[in-house]
Nanobody, 124 residues
């Protein structure tokens, strides 16, 4: 059974940093892209960042560009999201996902495995 488990969320102040982790178990996805999405209260799910199967290609949503960094360690079946200069508008539940492809699409429809999410709250 495939499982994606996110961790690292929490409550922080504006300007702080957090690192999210996503551990995949049940099978290896080293040949598939992965991504982080988020959903804020009352808003649609939003693409945050994606990474290709080998980590050489990354993609970011406009709202997090230059503040967030996505990475992965295929040997550990783990993906990360380093978040810095956090803002209150970054408050959301963050989800990791495994894509159907080797390059990360920005649409949620391109992903077929999802984690349960981890809450990130940024206070002003």
């Amino acid at each position: 059974q495939v499982q994606l488990v996110e961790s690292g969320g929490g409550l922080v102040q504006t300007g702080a940093s957090l690192r999210l982790s996503c551990v995949v178990s049940g099978r290896t996805f080293s040949n598939l892209a992965m991504a982080w999405f988020r959903r804020a209260p009352g808003k649609e799910r939003e693409f945050v960042a994606g990474i290709s199967w080998n980590g050489r290609s990354t993609l970011y949503g406009d709202s997090v560009k230059d503040r967030f960094t996505i990475s992965r360690d295929n040997a550990k079946n783990t993906m990360y999201l380093q978040m810095s200069s956090l803002k209150p508008e970054d408050t959301a539940v963050y989800y990791c996902a495994v894509a159907r492809f080797s390059q990360p699409p920005t649409s949620a429809g391109g992903y077929n495995y999802w984690g349960q999410g981890t809450q990130v709250t940024v206070s002003s």
